[in-house]
């Protein structure tokens, strides 16, 4: 890891102007991270609670498993460290475990989910943040975790409009000592923060600008004029809901676009496929919850 001299500023790429796709990934250093994940063990699509859902499809579990334990051995290979946390039944969604809370500093904010058909999973993976170390603050408010709450350097991004509502990100910021950035998400196939943008490392993301309300696209502009804008087809395959360790970034095999820009920044894209889970509205970032 380097040091930074001074402080980053967000949006702001490494490099000297007019710098090379080669000169770039020079820059681009991996942290090893610490991930938690959840077999989908008992996955199924018994409801649909978002616009990718069909409440009765079939969905095959050995398949999914297999996706997943590649997504799990893709992060093993890079380098970084994951935990497992087991499976209940009956809670079908409980492999996108990036909804279970928002770990900073050894603190975790817990999910309070808001349909009754993922209520259940908050308790289960609070207790698995009490039992492994991580102290929970709770808030009274609806928030999903790292669906609507994405870390970006010293900031954290947050979503509503579907999910997690705005009085959680107030409570974010008063738990956790982040300063929180609200951004207004007003389509419903992007009802999670995730779908609609990636952190690359600590001052880059990606995101889809239709996802976003007037205000919150004027924001993110002002934030990351040097983001990387996704178009429609990725965007489409839940291209945005990638996990970057500051140099890999590991997004669905079927966003090629999002690839080509992000090695065009001298990122190294690594792609997964997870086509049997993105029945259920995920990708790898959904699988993926950072303990940090
Ligand atoms: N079926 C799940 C839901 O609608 C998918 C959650 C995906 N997770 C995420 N981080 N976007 O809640």
Redesign the pocket.
């Known amino acids: 890891m380097t040091a930074t001299p001074s402080a980053p500023r967000l949006g702001r790429v490494p490099g000297p102007a007019g710098a090379t796709p080669d000169d770039l990934r020079r820059h681009r250093t991996a942290r090893p991270r610490r991930y938690l994940m959840c077999p989908p063990e008992h996955f199924a699509l018994d409801y649909a ?2 616009a ?2 069909t409440a009765g499809d079939a969905v095959d579990v050995v398949r999914a498993t297999a996706q997943w334990q590649a997504l799990r051995d893709t992060y093993t290979a890079l380098g970084h460290e994951v935990h497992v946390i087991d499976p209940v039944p009956g809670l079908p ?1 409980m492999v ?1 475990a ?2 279970g809370g928002l770990v900073v500093d050894g603190q975790v904010m817990p999910a309070r ?1 808001r ?1 009754a058909e ?1 209520v259940g999973e908050g308790p289960v993976y609070r207790e698995w943040f009490r039992r492994n170390g991580f102290t929970p603050l709770d808030s009274p408010h609806v928030s ?5 709450f994405l870390v970006v350097g010293r900031y954290v991004l947050a979503g509503t409009g579907f ?1 997690t509502h705005h009085e959680a990100h107030d409570d974010a910021q008063e738990l956790l000592g982040r300063p929180v950035v609200t951004l207004r998400l007003v389509d419903p196939r992007f ?2 923060l ?2 609609a943008l990636a952190v690359l490392d600590d001052e880059t993301v990606a995101y889809y600008p239709p996802a976003f309300s007037p205000g919150s696209l004027a924001a993110l502009r002002l934030l990351f004029p040097d983001a990387v804008v996704a178009a429609e087809p990725d965007a489409m395959v839940l291209g945005l ?1 990638a996990v970057s360790d500051g140099r890999h970034v590991v997004l669905p095999d079927t966003a090629t676009g999002l690839a080509a820009q992000v090695a065009a920044r001298g990122f190294v894209p690594v792609p997964v496929d997870l086509s049997e889970l993105r029945k ?4 790898p ?3 993926t919850l950072e303990l940090r």
């Open positions: 609670i978002n990718w859902m969604d996108f990036a909804n989910f349909h993922r999903e975790g790292e669906g609507d999910r009802y999670h995730d779908t809901n259920a509205g995920g990708g970032k959904c699988c």
